[in-house]
C-alpha cells in the first residue's frame, strides 16, 4: 500500500524531531513479521518505537501496533490526538504535528520485548537496505551517512557480545566457586 503524502510528512518530520548526536534512526524496520514505523537507537541502548496513524480508521484498524521499544509512541497529526486521545495507553508516547511535530505526552519505560540483539541486527539490515537505495540513487553524502550508522550499529553488537561473554565468565566463575 502506498504512503500518504501526510505519512510522508509525519516521517520527515520525526527523523528531524529525532536527530541528535548519538541516536540512529530509521523507517520501516523489520523485526520477525511484524514492522516498526520509525525506530530509534540511542548510545545508551535506549531503543524507541513510533507508530505513525494518519486517520481515524488507521488508528483504530486491527493492524498490528509494534510497541516493543523501552519508550513507544504515537506520531499523529493534532486533528487525530484530538479524536482519539482518550483512547492512548497511559505508557504510550505522543507526537504531534505535521511538517514539525513535538511530543505532547512522554512515554512512560518499558522492558524491551525483544532482545537487544534482534533489535540492532533488525535495524542495520533496514538501515542497509535504505543505504542500497541510496547507492542506486548515487547520492554520495547520504550512503556515506548510512555506512557510518551501519559502522556503528555493528560496532555495538561487537561490544554486546563482548559484554555477554564476559558477564557468562563471571556467573560461571561465581557458580563454581560460589
Known sequence: MAKTSTTKELEKALSVATSKIGTFG???VTIGDERVDY???DAKGIWRCFEIKCSVSDFYSKAKKTFIGHYNYFV???ELYEKVKVDIPKHIGVYVGEKHIWCVKKARKQSLKVENEILTIS???SLARDA???YISGNDAAINNYKRTISQQVEEIRRLKN???YAN???TFARRHG
Open 169 to 171: 565468565l563471571e556467573l
Open 132 to 134: 542500497n537505495k541510496l
Open 76 to 78: 499523529l497529526t493534532e
Open 26 to 28: 530509521c523507517c520501516e
Open 163 to 165: 559484554d555477554l561473554y
Open 39 to 41: 525506530m530509534t537507537v
Open 123 to 125: 535495524m542495520i539490515r
